[in-house]
């Protein structure tokens, strides 16, 4: 299966090479602060080396025996129990600063500064570096980075922009719906769906792809392309690869295959969306050539907009179609994992749709802004399991300062939105879910930064308001069409966080026709 072949690096273990993780001498830095002494005013600050924090053996005991590589979200509530809300942690080269409380949170990302960066992207740097390809939104950094993502917001981020792909998003919900159909008559009982975050992977790769490249590739067919599965798992053994890489020392680059296999993986990636590109822009000549006004969404805005290169095309797309796959797939299937198990939610959510969509119609953004229950699920649900579950930040252009603490430039900061978002302190019984909490009577007031599952200011997740409207449309027309019940043998299914987070085990869930009740 498709998610299979992508899921497999998150079966290694260990921190997100992609979000976690910062490839810089930091102990150096950190110690060397810690030792000069560091005063701000009349002040003497903390620093790095005051910080309370597991020793190497306690952090190797709890990442390989006690089962951190199954439930690293888990094990980060244990330590801010014993460390407090901030404690410092190092293995290997890496040094962290981690973060487990709203209001530190918030003070580390109101000091990010104008160029903001996640984590040191170098093995993915040193693949363009190696083929002379431009950097994306994930591996620009600086005042370039500012300027390309300022490019690659327009058309998609702004929600009034984002509707704009409505009628793509339902053109591919209603095949996903044809899909979904074929898959559960053809179980033995005629109505279970297994791994349905499968399924919906295969719609969120679709409906992101038809977006970016304005054609079909063809995820949701019986008999999927071979080019396109080509094409995924490469994206699947990149990632797996840019793990094994990450733990082996550089010198076993020419003796192990990982290097030439991680290589080719993009090779194989960067071919498919170059070539869908190159066919997009010789349509676009051809229309110019015979004098017609050149429109489209977004790869004709790219390309005739003039203000990004041929290259800067080529090296943005196949970043952004990274953007929001695993948000819709992930988010979608734990939103129907939890309405099997709470019918009373599921069949409000079913009348609020039916009252507002009735019939055969299919819902449209204007819809969607009159379900605030709908909405509030899907929140709910990014609550409960954000799908990046430990982000991270670097002090990239000044010293960060937190309270009676001062950390120099180039410190790798790991904040925990995952253990954040369910501290009883933010979200009163925070481990249930109760959608309801974020309706407008029901809403209790706290920090809007206790849930930010797509980050925080211009450094966040671009393909936001594309995966929103996907996760809305596609919700509102399954529940409309079927009532979702749960597999009596799936059992207890945990979050687990394998780069992002998701089920221990597959989710298996019974659809029955809603016109057959």
Known sequence: MIRAAVRGCYHLGGRSLLLQTCRRTQARVLHGAAAAGVTQGDKKMKTFDDLPGPSLLTNLYWFFIRGYILYGQ??????????????????????????????????????????????????????????DLAMGPFTEEGHRWHSLRSTLNKRMLKPAEAVLYTGVVNEVVTDFLDTLEDIRKESASGVMVNDIANVFYRFAFEGISYILFETRIGCLEKNIPPKTK???????????????????????????????LYIESWDNIFGFGNDL?????????????????????????????????????????????????????????????????????????????????????????????????????????????????????VAVEKEIIIGDYIFPKDTLFALHHYVIARDENNFPE????????????????????????????????????????????????????????PDPQIGEIKPMARIVLIPSKPINLKFLERTSL
Request: charged content about 25%; hydrophobic content about 40%.
């Open 430 to 485: 925070p481990n249930k879910f109760l959608p309801q909490r974020w309706l407008r009577d029901q809403r209790i007031k706290n920090n809007p930064f206790s849930s930010i599952p797509f980050g925080y200011g211009i450094r966040a997740c671009v393909g936001r308001r594309i995966a929103e409207l996907e996760m809305h449309l596609a919700l509102s027309r399954i529940i409309k069409k079927y009532q979702i019940q």
């Open 277 to 393: 590109i190159d066919q997009k822009m010789q349509k676009i000549q051809e229309r110019l050539d015979r004098g017609e006004e050149v429109q489209g969404e977004y790869l004709t805005y790219l390309l005739s907009s003039g203000k990004l290169t041929m290259k800067e095309v080529y090296g943005s797309i196949a970043e952004l179609l990274f953007a929001g796959v695993d948000t819709t797939s992930n988010t979608l299937s734990w939103a129907l994992f939890h309405l099997a198990k709470d019918q009373e939610t599921q069949q409000s959510l079913y009348q609020e749709v039916s009252a507002i969509v009735p019939g055969d119609a299919i819902p449209t953004a204007d819809d969607i802004a009159r379900m605030p229950l709908l909405k509030a699920i899907i929140k709910e649900t990014l609550r409960m399991y954000p799908v990046v579950p430990t982000n991270s930040r």
């Open 74 to 131: 888990e094990i980060q509530s244990v330590f801010k129990k014993k460390y407090g809300p901030i404690w410092k942690s190092s293995l290997g080269m890496y040094s962290t600063v981690n973060i487990a409380d709203v209001e530190l949170l918030e003070t580390v990302l109101r000091q990010e500064g104008k160029y903001p960066m996640r984590s040191d992207m170098k093995l993915w740097r040193d693949y363009r570096e190696l083929r």
């Open 230 to 260: 080509k094409f995924i798992d490469s994206i699947g053994a990149m990632l797996k690869y840019s793990v094994f890489l990450s733990v082996f020392p550089a010198w076993t680059k020419n003796i192990l295959p990982f290097n030439k």
